[in-house]
Structures are given as C-alpha cells and as structure tokens.
C-alpha cells in the first residue's frame, strides 16, 4: 500500500489472475455473511448482495482505467525526459552530424505528436503504479491525506476483525469441547461472556486470554517486516477452498435430507445495516488491484475478466449464503459461520468439526502481520517528508505501537464480528470502494486531457465512462454513510 511504484513481479495467465482476484475478495467478509442475510431476510439480501456487486465492479473499472492513465502519464514524462538528453546530446555535435542524427531518431523513434494523440501502447499498464502513487498524481494535498487517513481506519478495522476471530473462534471450539457437549459448539445454545468454561474461567475470560496469547505470538511482526510467500499463499487458499466447500456440502446434504430448519423472512429492514457494512467488506478489492493485475500478461480483455469473476463471486456468495439461511435457523447462526459445524449432530467426524472450527485460526493468522506491517507503512508514508528520515525510536517503536495497540483494544472491549465487519465496510470500506475510485478516475481524466491532449483514447476506459456514474456512484456513497449513521443511533435510541 505505499505510496511508490513497485516491481510488476512475475508475470502470470490472465486465468491465474482471475483465481487470484477471486481468492483476494473471498475472504473473512465470507463467514459473516449468513448470519447478515438471515437478519436481514432472503429477498433484500438477494437484491443488496446482487447490487452492491455490480458497484464494487464499477468502481474496479475505474481503478483500472487511473491504473492505465498513471502509466500513460509515466511513459509520457520518460518520453519528454528522452527527447530533452536526445536534443542537449545533438546541440554538441556539428550541422550535418546533427542533420543525420535527428533523421535516425525520427526513423527509429515515434513521433510524439502522434504518441499525443493515442498511440495504443501509451495506456498499457505495464508499471505498477500502487494506490497511494495514482492520489499522489492526481489528488491535492489535502486530498492524499484522506486518502491514507481512510486506507488507515480500514487496515485497523481489519486487524481488529482478526484480533477479535481468532480468540473468538478458540474460545467457542475449546469451551464447548470441555463442557458437557464434548462434541463441539452447541448451535442451539445462546451463550453469555459470563458462562463458565474451564473450572472458574468464565467464556469472556478465556477469550481475553486467547486474545492476549495471539497478540504476544503474532504482535513482534509489527516490529519487523514479513511478506506473504507464495507456499504460504498457496496452503492459505487451499485450506480456505476445502472448507467452503465442505460447508456448501454439508449444508445441501442436510437441507436434501429433510432437516433444514431455516425459514427466513422476505425481508427485515432492522438487519440491513449490518448486511450493508457486510457485503462492502465481502467485495473489497480495490486497494489491492495495481499489485493483482498490473502482473497479468495479456490485458487484452481485461475488463471481461473482472466480470467473470464477479459473477462467479456473486454465485458463490449467493450458493454459502443461501444455504446456510435454509439449513439452519436465523437465531440459531453464529457470527463465524464456520463454528456452526462444529456440533456432532451436523459433522460426525471429530476431524472435520476441529478443522471448521479452527480453520478461521489458521488463515487469519497467516494475514495479521502482513496486513499489521501494511498499516504500519501507511503511517510512516503519510508523515514522510521529502528527504527526512524518523528517529530510530519513532521507526521502530512509535509506528508499531500505534499500529498494533487499537485493534487489540477494540478487540478486547468487543467481538461481536457481525458489526466489526459491518461498521468497517460501511464507513472506511465506503471511502476505498467507492469515494476514492470516483474521484480517482474523474481527475485522472482530466489531467490526462491536459497532459496528453483530448483525443488521447484510453485502452482500459471503463464501460462506465460518462459522467454521470462518477455522480452516481458518490451519490451512492454518500446516501449510504447517512443510512447508517442514522440507523445506528436511531438503534442507540430505541426505548
């Protein structure tokens, strides 16, 4: 998430591209997703997942489309900075030497009045140009500080997410294997924080302590850097593809058998909130695409690409969500659906309850310091001054303490994850997925008109590209970060 142009990496197959953004958006947000639709009722679940999908793809065109108008911009300054060392290089030289020179070049180099006016390899997105680079291009000041003041609320939601999955989802597994259900999470039972579990430990307790071993094993990384290797990430999405669809089996096992006890309601406006924030959070991908598509080796139908892949996320939401809603009932889901398969009478096997369980342990485990480290650069880029450097206290300690410190807190004082996810897609996950790209792409083409004159064709221009959906889509965002804010107090309110 710096701020910089980085390495495009090892390029890969436009179909690996389309398993790794498929694998990028698929994630935590996933889990909590059927506990929302069940609160929320099938049909405006239905409508706002199916929605809220088609925007989140709008405004991944437009990412891509600043994406290939950042290039256009750096190839064009390389451009401009060639021909002034070419010029200096030929004013030394004698007239006829001169002549024969610049002959040469207008043979073997294009001409820029032409390059201007759209040559087709101008917009090609070979450079990868991060977030924080294209606001730094095209938004003020004022503007990239809220750029990164937004990346930054959004990173510490997630890590407060995290912080809070992994105990939440030892203490459900451990306490029900050592109280009277040794078979697993009891789904029927409402648990309280002030239950017992071991001995004199109540549940909240235990959790506390969970939570305080994660922080003292995976915290450290804060203070140093990790990068995500490609094994890790490999096991990572294998671990998460078996257990998604052990759980859509299992779930149409138990429906095709006669024992689904789901009977969701059409609608139920009181759960829209939570949904809303949900299904944000469940399709973000845009602060992630410069790394995930600049490395894709034919761009030629890039945009058809990120369409399929959003029809076969919106099918496989849709397929999880659905069956959870009918093969279990709406009181009876937890937050992390995956411990919903942890009692005996849904999984006999003890070895697949244990790995439903804890498969949340495992995968968000793999991502808290890599998403800890990011947040971190992104405080130390937001502070940066041309030519300073921080003081090795400030480096090393300052910036990984105020990383590190929130999240643990939010996540001792709560791990409710239906509103964590909730409350972090319905205000930071608004600002990324739909604010910065509308204003991105709106002063992108701008500058590129300025820059490159108006008949400049942009190869990666959204379908999308009038601009009315720029107003549409902020429009949206705004209508949206009203809905909730009053939704929520009007929910403190209520007598």
Not at 62 to 69: G, K, L, P, R, T
Not at 459 to 473: A, D, E, I, L, N
Request: glycine residues 6%; neutral net charge.
């Amino acid at each position: 998430m710096a701020g910089e142009i980085t390495e495009t990496g090892e390029l890969y197959s436009p179909y690996v591209g389309l398993v790794y953004m498929f694998n990028l958006i698929v994630g935590t947000g996933a889990l909590t997703m059927p506990k929302a639709f069940a609160s929320a009722g099938w049909l405006v679940s239905l409508f706002l997942l199916v929605f809220l999908g088609f925007m989140s793809f709008v405004t991944t065109t437009f990412v891509v489309e600043a994406m290939a108008a950042a290039n256009a911009q750096l190839r064009w300054k390389r451009m401009e900075n060639h021909q002034e060392d070419d010029d200096s290089s030929s004013a030394a030289s004698d007239s006829d030497s001169r002549v024969q020179d610049s002959y040469e070049r207008a043979e073997q180099r294009p001409i820029l009045s032409v390059q201007r006016r759209g040559s087709p390899n101008l917009f090609e997105i070979t450079d990868r140009v991060e977030m924080g680079q294209m606001a730094s291009m095209f938004f003020s000041k004022v503007g990239v500080n809220l750029f990164y003041f937004c990346i930054i609320i959004y990173l510490y939601g997630d890590l407060a997410i995290y912080a809070a999955a992994v105990p939440f989802s030892l203490m459900q597994v451990s306490c029900s294997a050592t109280g009277n259900d040794s078979c697993g999470v009891e789904a029927d039972t409402k648990h309280n924080d002030t239950d017992l579990c071991w001995g004199p430990l109540r549940r909240g307790d235990v959790y506390r302590v969970y939570l305080a071993v994660f922080t003292l094993l995976l915290g450290p990384f804060t203070f140093f850097d990790v990068q995500k290797t490609k094994y890790l990430q490999i096991l990572t999405s294998l671990m998460r593809w078996v257990a998604f669809a052990i759980m859509i089996v299992l779930a149409l096992v138990r429906i095709g058998r006669g024992r689904g006890e789901g009977h969701p309601p059409l609608a139920d406006l009181s759960g829209v909130r939570n949904l809303f924030g949900v299904c944000v959070y469940s399709f973000m991908c845009q602060h992630s695409l410069p790394s995930l598509l600049t490395p894709v080796s034919s761009k030629r139908h890039l945009t058809r690409l990120v369409l399929l892949d959003y029809v076969l996320i919106l099918a496989f939401y849709g397929l999880l969500s659905f069956t959870a809603i009918f093969s279990f009932r709406g009181d009876s889901l937890l937050d992390m659906y995956t411990l919903n398969f942890a009692s005996c009478d849904i999984v006999s096997v003890a070895a697949v309850r244990f790995f439903l369980g804890l498969f949340p342990v495992f995968t968000i485990s793999t991502n808290f310091p890599i998403i800890a480290v990011t947040l971190r650069n992104n405080w130390k880029t937001l502070f940066h001054r041309e030519g300073g450097t921080y003081p090795w206290v400030v480096d090393r300690v300052v910036f990984p303490t105020i990383t590190l410190v929130p999240p643990v807190l939010v996540a001792f004082c709560t791990h409710d994850l239906e509103s964590l996810v909730g409350i972090t897609g319905a205000y930071a996950g608004t600002g990324i997925q739909y604010v910065i790209p509308a204003f991105l792409v709106y002063l992108c083409r701008k500058d590129t008109q300025l820059a490159l004159g108006p008949r400049a064709a942009n190869k990666h221009r959204s379908p999308f590209h009038h601009t009315f959906w720029v107003g549409f889509v902020l429009l949206w965002a705004f209508s949206c970060f009203f809905f909730v804010t009053a939704n929520i107090i009007l929910s403190e309110t209520k007598i």
